[in-house]
Nanobody, 123 residues
C-alpha cells in the first residue's frame, strides 16, 4: 500500500502557473503508474493526466494539452503536475492517484488516492 499527499495548490490569477506535487510513502512509487484528477464543485471527478512507470508514457485530457505537464521522480518518490496558462475553469480540487496498471484514465482503475489540494484560478 502507498500513501499519497498532494501539495502546491493555491490561488492564482488566470494565465499564471502552479506546480503540484504528490509525495508517496509506504511502497515505492516506481511500482505504480500515476494519475492526476480534479473535481470541481457539483461535478464528477475527471481525469487530467497520467504517467507510466518510467515516465516515458504520458496521457492528457484534451483541455489541458499544451498547458499541463506531468512528470515523476522515482528517486524522490514524487509525481508532479506543472500547470501553465491557468484558466478559471481549471479551478478544482486536484487529486493524485496510483494504479497497478501500466497507465489508466478512469478513476475506477486507481487503487490509492491522496486527500487533494485546492487550486483556484481567478479571472
Amino acid at each position: 500500500q502507498v500513501q499519497l499527499v498532494e501539495s502546491g495548490g493555491g490561488l492564482v490569477q488566470a494565465g499564471g502557473s502552479l506546480r503540484l506535487s504528490c509525495a508517496a510513502s509506504g511502497r515505492t512509487l516506481s511500482r505504480y503508474a500515476m494519475g492526476w484528477f480534479r473535481q470541481a464543485p457539483g461535478k464528477e471527478r475527471e481525469f487530467v493526466a497520467a504517467i507510466g512507470l518510467s515516465g516515458s508514457n504520458t496521457l492528457y485530457t484534451d483541455s489541458v494539452k499544451g498547458r499541463f505537464i506531468i512528470s515523476r521522480d522515482n528517486a524522490k518518490n514524487t509525481v508532479y503536475l506543472q500547470m501553465n496558462s491557468l484558466k478559471p475553469e481549471d479551478t478544482a480540487v486536484y487529486y493524485c492517484a496510483a494504479t497497478s496498471l501500466p497507465i489508466a484514465t478512469q478513476p475506477r482503475f486507481y487503487e490509492e488516492w491522496g486527500q487533494g489540494t485546492q487550486v483556484t484560478v481567478s479571472s
